[in-house]
């Protein structure tokens, strides 16, 4: 696992959790997952055993999330004047699907096809979800027509 | 199958139209260009004549960019190493536990019955009786002295706090007398012993008396029926070394803090001085008294005769290998608050 493995680990965590330090645990966790995947299947490619290790770690913490819990972050720091009330309202209401395709595909920058890997799906699952998801995030974003 | 094909044409005038239905779902992959040609002429003319649809392809384009936009957090190189760190058998256990879903009171019930547990411990396992008598008690540093000597002098013994050899016979405040060493002492026979000193005379010298000359003339005088006064000689052919005595003992009063001076007042006013290294009345516990002293063994009838105002001593002579000089006697005496 390479460091932008780790930072993407970090990413996805940051934005489905929206909890700095539970990202750390949860990262940490998903990323001795996603080493022992590759030591499993040394065939499998970074990003497919990513999109693996962090989905099966996120099946377990997101039993006990509460999304509508506000957590203060602040180290982690997004450009100034970035706003993130769209994203909060958005990891608040989007099913667990969409929040995590959008955060692989769009954020953490993998392919259809890796998260299709990972996931045991088809593209075309991902794509649909992928377009229903944006479409819920757009519609969010449309109240805050300054932040793009 | 070829009939069929025929009969049922896939697209009406071999065009493949598509359903607003359809394009709505394609909507993504319109965005992305991974229509082909065909398809993509389909969408776009549904676009053009649905206006929600054009809504939705907004949304979606304006969902993709702000989303892609949130590249843009930095993550922080400690969080990074925070991720990469190596799992402790401690962080693992945290984890298989799901710890911190725990409520919040089986937390602090479980963290308090650990600290609980490891004071149970340490009160169990730690010797708090020697570890007290080290640290605070004067008599638990004595015995460690007592052990160096007795690597010094095999003959070394150690009596309540007192050590002794052979070769320190005596006390620092008294001379020594060597065992072997054969004493005189005058002795006027009047043909009756006191009862309390059964084998030295009651006129015994005071303690610088073993220095006095061989042989001594009797001081009593003559008189009618009296036989004349004989020197005897009294040579410890008797006492050899390691044949001394000690006179041991306990009393039990009812006023241990009004007592002890003044058993300490009489003992010093019969002869008695302290020996060995504590001042007598020596406090050797808050309950009891000790009193380690030497004195004329003609006055041990009068001290034991004070000490019954008190209580019932119970003082016994036993055999001790330090040797006193003649009618010198040694005591050691535990005065004890009595239990009510």
């Known amino acids: 696992m390479t460091e932008n493995d780790i930072r993407s680990i970090a990413l996805f965590y940051y934005f489905a959790l929206l909890d700095e330090q539970k990202a750390i645990e949860a990262g940490a966790e998903a990323l001795n997952y996603a080493r022992d995947r590759k030591k499993r299947d040394p065939a499998l490619k970074n990003s497919s055993a990513v999109v693996m290790a962090t989905f099966h770690v996120w099946e377990k913490w997101a039993g006990g999330l509460n999304r509508n819990r506000v957590v203060p972050m602040s180290s982690w720091a997004m450009p100034e004047g970035f706003d993130l009330r769209p994203w909060k309202e958005f990891q608040r209401n989007a099913t667990s699907e969409e929040l995590l395709v959008v955060i692989w595909s769009k954020i953490v920058g993998y392919s259809e096809g890796d998260i299709a890997v990972g996931l045991g799906q088809t593209e075309g699952t991902i794509s649909f979800r992928l377009g229903k998801a944006l479409r819920k995030l757009g519609g969010l974003t449309s109240f805050h027509p300054k932040l793009i | 199958m070829e009939k069929w094909e025929k009969e049922i044409p896939l697209s009406r005038k071999n065009r493949r139209t598509v359903s607003d239905f359809f394009a709505e779902e394609m909507l993504y992959d319109y965005l992305s260009e991974r229509l082909d040609e065909e398809r993509r002429t389909a969408v776009e003319k549904v676009l053009a004549e649905n206006r929600d649809l054009k809504k939705d392809l907004d949304k979606i384009s304006q969902g993709q960019r702000y989303a892609e936009s949130l590249k843009a957090l930095r993550v922080p190189p400690a969080a990074l190493e925070a991720i990469d760190e190596p799992d402790t058998y401690m962080s693992v256990l945290l984890k298989k536990t799901n710890y911190e879903r725990w409520p919040l009171t089986v937390k602090w019930g479980m963290e308090a019955l650990i600290v609980l547990s490891a004071l149970l411990i340490v009160l169990v396992v730690v010797p708090w009786d020697q570890a007290l008598k080290f640290g605070l008690s004067p008599r638990g540093r004595q015995i460690i002295l007592a052990e160096v000597s007795r690597e010094k002098a095999p003959e070394a013994q150690q009596t309540d706090g007192v050590s002794e050899t052979s070769e320190t016979i005596a006390f620092e405040d008294e001379d020594a ?164």
């Open chain 2, 177 to 340: 007398k060597k065992p072997s060493a054969p004493a005189t002492v005058a002795v006027p026979e009047t043909g009756k012993e006191p009862a309390a000193a059964p084998s030295v005379a009651a006129t015994a010298p005071p303690p610088a008396a073993p220095k006095a000359p061989a042989v001594a003339a009797g001081t009593a005088a003559p008189g009618e029926g009296e036989k004349a006064p004989v020197a005897e000689t009294v040579a410890e052919k008797s006492k050899k070394p390691g044949e001394g005595a000690l006179f041991r003992g306990d009393l039990a009063v009812t006023n241990l803090t009004a007592t002890s001076p003044k058993i300490q007042d009489k003992i010093i006013e019969l002869g008695g001085r302290k020996a060995g290294e504590v001042e007598l009345g020596w406090k050797k516990t808050p309950t009891s008294a000790y009193f380690h002293f030497t004195m004329p063994e003609a006055k041990y009838e009068e001290l034991t005769q004070f000490l019954r105002e008190y209580g019932a001593a119970n003082i016994s002579k036993q055999k001790h290998p330090r040797v006193m000089p003649d009618g010198i006697i040694r005591l050691i005496l535990t005065v004890e608050e009595a239990k009510k």
